[in-house]
């Protein structure tokens, strides 16, 4: 379980500013949703979360932990514990979306099967 922190956080895409000053709290076990149009930036936030895409403004903090573009350390710690599972495409056909899930964890973790 996570928690996860963004205070103020910005980006934008040359001209295009698709996160304004998004402050957001999620507590360890709370499941939220995030839903909007296509382009309203849901995908971009997730990345900000597990370090795919970097805020340019603000602050992600997640456990503890604020990712920062300049500590590739940082972001390898966060990754360990952040997964996501990408909408379009990564995914394997021939495994169920369980499957396609738990395979990262238990093949770069070690996690058992249980």
């Known amino acids: 379980m996570l928690h996860v922190d963004m205070h103020c956080v910005n980006k934008w895409y040359g001209d295009l500013h698709v ?25 971009t936030l997730l990345r900000c979360v597990n370090g795919l895409v970097h805020h340019k403004l603000g602050r992600v903090i997640v456990e503890g932990v604020e990712l920062r573009e300049d500590h590739p350390r940082t972001l390898d710690h966060v990754r360990q514990r952040v997964g996501m599972v990408f909408q379009q495409w990564n995914l394997f056909p021939h495994l169920t979306v369980l499957e396609n899930c738990t395979l990262a964890p238990m093949r770069v973790l070690k996690i058992a099967r249980n």
Do not use: A, H
């Open 19 to 43: 996160l304004r000053d998004i402050t957001l709290g999620v507590s360890p076990g709370e499941r939220i949703v995030i839903c909007g149009p296509s382009g309203s930036g849901k995908s």
